[in-house]
């Protein structure tokens, strides 16, 4: 199967919000006011969250479906900590991203302990966020004039 390519541009409107479109989808980034923002749209690190969980939705909706699982209910909580010294330029101490993330996976399933085990083992697997959070990506930043 070919590669996919998936992108995303935008415009800074503030110092603290960005405006991004993905796709026919206009995102808002902003920060909350402790942040320096006007609070219109989640933080870069809470769409971060965000996606995990909807990354982790939808492999865990195909995956089910392979193995044989009836999903009645799922939900899904994930948070993370960050130190924001070195993003505020007051420390280099810690790292500038998150120290922890944690995933609070809640389904109701007719699946054995031992199936749901090995769902959730296939689920890391296969979610490309989780690859992206748990493994290094090689990054590109190139200066456009």
């Not at 995933?103 to 697997?125: C, G, M, N, Y």
Request: net charge negative.
């Amino acid at each position: 199967m070919a590669d996919l390519i998936f992108k995303t541009e935008g415009k800074s409107q503030t110092a603290a919000r960005f405006e991004a479109n993905s796709r026919q989808f206009k995102l808002v980034i902003d920060e909350p006011p402790v942040l320096g923002g006007d609070d219109q749209g989640a933080n870069p690190v809470e769409y971060l969250l965000a996606s995990y969980a909807g990354c982790i939705n939808v492999v865990a909706h195909l995956t089910a479906r392979e193995l044989g699982i009836k999903i009645e209910k799922l939900s899904i909580a994930i948070s993370g900590n960050i130190n924001p010294a070195k993003l505020l330029g007051q420390s280099d101490a810690e790292r500038a991203g998150f120290k922890q993330i944690d995933v609070e996976f809640s389904p109701i399933t007719d699946a054995s302990p031992e199936l749901t085990r090995q769902w959730i083992s296939t689920i890391k697997q296969r979610c490309p966020v989780n690859d992206n959070l748990a493994s290094p990506t090689p990054l590109s930043f190139s200066l456009v004039s």
